[in-house]
């Protein structure tokens, strides 16, 4: 079992993930940026796009795979987990970003598409997948405060077409789901916010498991 934590970059998943792990008592499980195609890909994001996306994919499958290996003696799933980002951000938003953009053809995007798919419908969905909306000022304001010189670069155009992707794909997700307001609830620096949130996150996971 695992929960997912998605949402643009600089909402909160990386800390949201901490807080829930250790309010739950679950395994936390972050975003991995490792990728022996990253470097080719900003030398030349064209030529690169499709192996980097690929990749990625190849990875999350690993990654949720792996959350429902059993133990060796096969009578008891391993730890249920909070997963930072999700597969379907990757294909949903980043991937077709790339598409609009021109740095990945139509060819091969239609190809990724298709792995995607035969991909996803062969793996269990999370059992609450937790959104996290932001506007693009909260973006940047949130980028900027935790400083990670990677990230500088960054601007508020590449920011704005992800959510719009973000908004399309999440309005089409039809598992469990669960949105917060990131502009309205800052939990990243409101203590009574936080609290609230973790709460009400555990309270609307309690009624998912009973209803099963």
């Known amino acids: 079992m695992y929960i997912a934590i998605a949402g643009n970059i600089g909402s909160g998943k990386s800390y949201l993930t901490e807080l829930l792990s250790r309010q739950l008592g679950w395994d936390a499980q972050y975003e991995e940026s490792e990728n022996p195609y990253i470097g080719d890909f900003y030398d030349d994001m064209k030529r690169w796009a499709f192996n980097l996306q690929v990749y990625f994919l190849g990875k999350r499958q690993r990654q949720i795979d792996g959350i429902f290996a059993r133990s060796e003696e ?8 909070v997963v930072d980002r ?20 139509s060819r091969d995007y239609t190809t990724y598409m298709q792995l995607y798919d035969f991909t996803v419908a062969n793996l269990p969905r999370p059992v609450l997948l937790v959104y996290l909306r932001a506007s693009v000022p909260t973006l940047v304001s949130q980028i ?69």
């Open 74 to 81: 096969g009578s008891r799933p391993l730890r249920p987990v």
């Open 144 to 212: 900027q405060r935790r400083g990670r010189i990677y990230e500088a670069s960054i601007d508020a155009a590449y920011l704005e077409g992800l959510n719009r992707l973000y908004e399309a794909w999440i309005d089409t997700y039809d598992g469990p789901k669960w949105i917060v307001d990131v502009d309205r609830e800052d939990f990243v620096t409101d203590p009574a916010v936080r609290e609230t949130i973790l709460t009400r996150i555990e309270e609307h996971l309690h009624g998912l498991v009973e209803s099963e």
């Open 86 to 105: 999700t597969i379907y951000e990757d294909a949903q938003v980043f991937a077709t970003h790339l598409h609009h953009v021109g740095l990945l053809s």
